[in-house]
């Protein structure tokens, strides 16, 4: 199998079981069953704004298909040789994370085409993840966004409040965290709302919870809070 020759780490949480679909509900049950076994070339193309979820669904899939999957986050490699992904389509699915790094360096856009290509032909799967449709993402390689519009393009919706707090439960139910509805209206009002910012006070929460061997109070994520700042 090819792999990539650098380590990379998933997030603990970044499981389908910790990842509140909402209005991204038909995307989340394709991804997860999608097992790279199909009779043809496919996958999806996520966009969205920051903090989204779409890393946390790319990761998902990754550890849902074990050895069947390699995920390549961009943020990390953009700065090493295309040659690392090199020999990566023995995998039945590709998830390449924060793909748009990629538009107009023409080195890395020739090796995700090269690496599309040999996906196309193994009849395999990519799923990628950018910031913006694959049309303006910027790619100057034509050919390639060519390829990449094949894949079914999904949107992923932010959470509002309500969906934001029953996200926090769930990921608060997988760790094994109580957490009270007081606590989650407080969380939403005195921290940043994008689930990014709200999974990291929750992990500094349970973390502290663990030392402090003190429950989940207001007063005692007052304090916390109040540390990190």
Not at 154 to 167: R, T
Request: some cysteine.
């Amino acid at each position: 199998m090819g792999q990539l020759p650098l380590a990379v780490q998933l997030d603990d949480f970044a499981v389908f079981e910790s990842f509140f679909p909402a209005r991204n509900h038909e995307i989340y049950q394709l991804l997860s069953e999608l097992d790279g076994s199909s009779d043809r070339f496919d996958g999806y193309w996520l966009w969205g704004e920051t903090a989204s979820g779409k890393s946390h669904l790319l990761q998902a899939v990754s550890d849902n298909m074990i050895n069947n999957c390699v995920y390549i986050p961009m943020k990390e490699l953009i700065g090493h040789n295309p040659d690392i992904i090199q020999d990566l389509s023995s995998r039945n699915i590709v998830c390449i994370d924060d793909i748009d790094l990629c538009a107009g360096k023409k080195e890395w856009e020739l090796a995700i085409f090269d690496l599309c290509n040999q996906l196309f032909d193994r009849k395999l799967s990519l799923v990628t993840s950018s910031s913006s449709k694959v049309a303006s993402s910027g790619f100057i390689i034509n050919d390639l966004q060519s390829r990449l519009s094949i894949l079914p393009s999904y949107k992923i919706q932010h959470l509002n409040d309500e969906e934001s707090k029953s996200a926090l439960r769930l990921r608060a139910k997988f760790r094994g965290i109580e957490i009270s509805n007081e606590v989650l209206d407080y969380l939403l009002k005195r921290v940043n709302r994008d689930m990014t910012s709200l999974y990291e006070i929750l992990d500094r929460l349970d973390n502290a919870s663990l030392i402090a061997k003190r429950k989940l109070s207001i007063p005692f994520v007052k304090e916390v809070i109040n540390q990190s700042n």
